[in-house]
């Protein structure tokens, strides 16, 4: 009986409409696209962004004080700066 509804379950999810698949190039974006960007979009590139400024040898602890701060000094830059690129001014902020 388990196995049957094991597989009634794996076959629900499959048989579902595929998700869109999308792509980002976040070193195209400009500041101006990013501060228009969904609230969700603009979570998930800051979630990303601090990953992605991590160093190596730090620790996988996603500290949300330091998100919002970090997110903070980005879209003030990115506000006075918005023909700019995001990554650009990200390096520079962050120091990569």
Do not use: H
Request: aromatic share 6%.
């Amino acid at each position: 009986m388990r196995l049957v509804l094991s597989s009634l379950v794996v076959l629900a999810a499959l048989s579902g409409s595929p998700a869109r698949a999308q792509m980002l190039d976040l070193s195209t974006i400009k500041c101006k696209d990013f501060l228009a960007s969904s609230k969700d979009n603009i979570g998930i590139i800051l979630a990303w962004m601090n990953a992605y400024y991590m160093d190596e040898d730090d620790p996988p602890i996603l500290d949300f004080a330091k998100l919002m701060k970090d997110a903070e000094r980005l879209g003030a830059r990115c506000a006075a700066n918005p023909e700019m690129g995001l990554i650009t001014v990200a390096d520079k902020l962050f120091d990569k």
